[in-house]
């Protein structure tokens, strides 16, 4: 357990901040994002506590969930000066790394694999590459059921437009669900995309597949994902775009702006996420974004976040997955997605992207 002081009118952050070191300048060359991840784990820590009977970090009924909502309030939102705050070594060790840059400390007794047991796909296709697979997993990543899952990809295979339409609207919907940066609550853990479905994750981690189930598996989850991927540039295109397959960057940019959540619309840092975005996804550099190329992406955010750390291939994306992988779209270097945009281009269509 690790206790840190609360100075004089200190609230959450500046508490953590001038327990780590950093001054109001650091504090500032800190990108959202990352106070974002910091906020997400006090929650984590919060919610342990309480689990285990100990003091909540906030006092007067306050919950991190509710950060933003100043009507529920108390006049001691501010923890108290002198008070001791309590958290988990492991937590408090991520968030020094996420604040510091200084590797943490990875503790014997902490797990080092995820509890939930990967689905077996034996196929080269479907498999996550080398470079993106899941590694030892230092920040618990839960995988809630769903509260009303976007119905089946298969359920509009080999549909027409007006079905994908409907698909694309009901994904988007979806994803813009899954931040809930204005509330506080940082993500919606029960929303969550459905690729597959229960079936296929069943038969996924069946040990000893036979060649049979593993080809079943690798051209379901292919048809499934191709499906969603033409689904969502249906959407974009008929509805921001001019109807003609394709998405600019205008249109992708038009498209983009209505998702942002409302504390990001006048953010600066923000108004570039949209054309950072375009440059990975436009993986053939022809100056638009296809179906394909929306698809390669929906793939690369099933098998993994930025940092490796999810589930793995389980045929569903996760708010936690696709709150990362969008983190990842939005910065202007490459970086790890470029890697597994590569490999799913040309898993999905044998395609790889211009350089």
Known sequence: MVNISVGNGQGITQAIASNLGLSSADCKKINLSTWTKVMTLVDQNNQQNKAEGKDSIFTGGNNVNNINNKASWKTDFQVKPNQQLNFDEGIWSKIKELLTGKPQE??????????????????????????????????????????????????????????????????????????????????????????????????????????????????????????????????????????????????YTKFEETMKPEILKDDPEAAQLPSNAFKHLDLNKDGSIDHEEISSYLHAIDFGTEEGKSNGLNGKISAYDFMSNSIALGKSEKNMIDQKLAYTYNALFGKKPVE
Do not use: C, H
């Not at 295979?157 to 994803?175: N, P, S």
């Open 106 to 251: 990875v503790k014997k007794d902490e797990p080092t694999q995820q509890n939930t047991p990967k689905p077996e796909v034996s196929s080269p296709s479907v498999s996550a590459p080398e470079a993106a697979k899941p590694v030892a997993v230092t920040t618990k990543v839960e995988t809630p059921a769903p509260a009303q899952p976007v119905p089946s990809a298969q359920q509009v295979e080999e549909t027409g437009e007006a079905q994908l339409l409907q698909k694309g609207k009901e994904m988007a919907e979806t994803f813009k669900a899954m931040p809930n940066l204005d509330d506080g609550n940082l993500i919606n853990e029960d929303v969550e995309l459905q690729i597959t479905d229960d079936n296929w994750r069943a038969l996924a981690g069946k040990k000893d597949k036979t060649d049979a189930e593993k080809q079943q598996l690798d051209t379901q989850y292919k048809t499934n994902i191709k499906t969603l991927g033409k689904a969502y540039t249906t959407y974009i295109d008929k509805t921001y775009g001019n109807g003609d397959g394709v998405l600019s960057q205008d249109e």
